[in-house]
């Protein structure tokens, strides 16, 4: 993934004011408490214990687990990786060991690792949606995040997040299989009407909605003449979708009260501020830990910097959007 912000013209900002207290980063989403906002994003941070040697996993405010079904899953067959410009196609088909063998044999070391765990949940039914939540609900995670948006399977994933209907159904029956975890929905930006379906969410039972997952694209070999994905099409994350996913975390700010958690392309702090302000209440971030493992950390610094550069001591602060609610209240 080609991300250099300075042959693009981005300087990485950097942000410097030492003098006020120390700014308080945490942030509460459905009753859960989170150190800080900076998520790592399903499907690019394992299970938490893969990155120890390459940044300090504590510091993070949350760890989503890869999407969890309720058997095993392979994965997909063939290329599951290309780089663009920009930009990273995915067609990982939610290889995972299945919920059973996640809770028993990786659940234990995610947990000691101390930032709050969210499990990705996948699926093919409603059904299968609801027993792996059941599962999840027993279990000492602390919150779900649905995962109705994987664009790379071939039954269920992001069919449920194209249509209002669909959506209420699933998100109805794992709100009820899992009524004591906090229930976040992961959208996908190729829903034609996604405010429809972030509304349909939010009356089924969902605590907030996290968007975006990737958007379905597709690459050529042009040598071999033929797609480079078995199944053709793959998910486009990374610095390429950012403001697309900026500009529907706004648009459904505007219309839902629900805590957003906002995603895709952050690559350096101000990416992640963008997001805040725009009203996120936190972010994930995921393709550009591939490409630079300490990019949360320096996320987490980042935001810090500017909270103290700006003279803001609670996250909440942040986001332009309320003002301009407040302000447009008579
Ligand atoms: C290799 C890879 C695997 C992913 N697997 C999942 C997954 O299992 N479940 C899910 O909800 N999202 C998955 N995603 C999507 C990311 O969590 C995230 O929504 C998306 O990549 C946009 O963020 P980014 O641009 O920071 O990567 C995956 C993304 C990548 C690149």
């Not at 999840?136 to 194209?162: Q, R």
């Amino acid at each position: 993934m080609t991300n250099d912000r300075k042959t693009a013209g981005f300087p990485k900002p950097e942000f410097s004011a030492p003098d006020f207290p120390a700014p308080d980063l945490s942030v509460c989403i459905a009753g859960v408490r989170l150190k800080n906002p900076v998520i790592a994003a399903s499907g690019t941070f394992g299970y938490g214990r893969e990155y120890r040697g390459f940044l300090d996993v504590s510091a993070l405010g949350g760890i989503c687990t890869k999407g969890l079904t309720l058997r095993p899953r392979p994965g997909n067959r063939g290329t599951r990786l290309h780089e663009t410009p920009s930009g990273l196609l995915n067609s990982i088909g939610l290889e995972n060991p299945g919920i059973p063998a996640f809770l028993e044999k990786e659940l234990p070391a995610l947990r000691e690792l101390g930032p709050v765990v969210i499990a990705n949940l996948s699926g093919s039914t409603p059904e299968e949606y609801a027993e792996g939540a059941r599962l999840l609900d027993a279990s000492p995670i602390d919150m779900i995040e649905l995962n109705i948006s994987c664009p790379n399977v071939k039954a269920g994933g992001m069919a449920f997040g194209l249509d209002s209907e669909a959506a209420a159904s699933v998100v109805g029956q794992v709100r009820r299989a899992a009524g004591s975890k906090p229930l976040v929905v992961k959208l996908s930006p190729n829903a034609p009407d996604l405010a429809a379906v972030a509304r349909s969410c939010a009356a089924a039972g969902a605590d907030a909605l996290s968007l975006v997952n990737t958007f379905k694209a597709m690459a050529i070999d042009i040598h071999k003449r033929k797609p480079v994905f078995d199944m053709v099409s793959a998910g486009l994350s990374g610095p390429a979708i950012r403001p697309i996913a900026l500009r529907m975390v706004w648009e459904l700010g505007e219309i839902l009260d629900l805590p957003l958690i906002g995603m895709g392309g952050i690559a350096v702090p101000g990416d992640a501020l963008e997001f805040l302000l725009a009203g996120a209440v936190a972010v994930q971030v995921g393709s550009a830990t591939f490409a630079h493992p300490p990019t949360m950390m320096e996320t987490i610094r980042g935001i810090e910097d500017y909270m103290r550069e700006k003279g803001f001591s609670t996250l909440g602060e942040l986001s332009i959007r309320q003002k301009n609610k407040q302000k447009n209240r008579p």
